[in-house]
């Protein structure tokens, strides 16, 4: 049973087109995650939420925002897509502390 | 900066031997380690973990060993199958955050 669901899991978009991607939960957990991972490269935190509190990573770039309208959704909002933003995109969540995290399966963001 | 490396981007063993993944960070205040494997197409899935108070975590066909002194882990798997052919990602959780800190990861391959 899935517990992490990420959709869609391939997204093609225009260079500067908003683009939403979403992720959903039935763990429960308190702490959702955004990562982004380029080929070969470690997944990067984007941010995450401790239930409604919102913690950006100094190094996100500002047209990368997330929405957390309740527990078990959360949703990654791309204003203005560069060709440096194609990447996976996973989501995670936890039952925060050290308790590891759960990933989705990801989405892979193309910019055309 | 990266704080957590995996310098062996990829290992090949032979099924029924054992696989070493190694793993080393530089931050002291890690406080607790995971090790994650993932599937193409898929998301990381959690493997195991070791605080850092603990020197050997075992589950199964995995053990990890941590050397804080050398600020070096490793993931042993033996007997190696063919479905344990996939990425291993190193990761390290500060001392009071929910962030966790991935390396690059190694791709393992086991062939018959």
Not at chain 1, 67 to 92: E, H, K, Q
Request: proline fraction near 6%; aromatic fraction near 12%; include cysteine.
């Amino acid at each position: 049973d899935a517990m992490v669901i990420q959709n869609p899991r391939y997204q093609v978009t225009q260079f500067g087109k908003p683009v939403t991607l979403s992720c959903s939960q039935t763990l429960n957990h308190n702490v959702m995650y955004w990562y982004q991972q380029k080929s070969s490269q470690a997944p990067k935190l984007l941010f995450h939420y401790y239930d409604k509190d919102f913690n950006n990573e100094a190094d996100t770039p500002d047209n990368f925002q997330s929405r957390r309208p309740n527990t078990s959704f959360c949703f990654l909002d791309i204003r203005s897509p560069g060709l440096g933003d194609a990447a996976m995109y996973l989501c995670a969540t936890s039952g925060g502390g050290n308790q590891p995290q759960h990933f989705g399966d990801g989405t892979r963001l193309s910019i055309l | 900066d990266q704080q957590v490396k995996q310098n062996s981007p990829s290992l090949s063993v032979q099924e029924g031997r054992i696989s070493i993944l190694n793993c080393d960070y530089t931050n002291s205040m890690f406080d607790y380690f995971l090790w994650y494997k993932k599937y193409p197409a898929e998301g990381p899935t959690f493997l195991i973990s070791i605080s850092s108070i603990k020197d050997k975590n075992e589950d199964g066909r995995f053990t990890v060993f941590l050397n804080k002194s050398a600020k070096h882990l490793s993931l042993h798997i033996v007997p190696s199958q063919p479905g344990d052919s996939a990425v291993y990602f190193c990761a390290a959780i500060g001392y009071n955050t929910d962030k966790l800190i991935f390396g690059t990861g190694t791709r393992l391959q086991v062939f018959p």
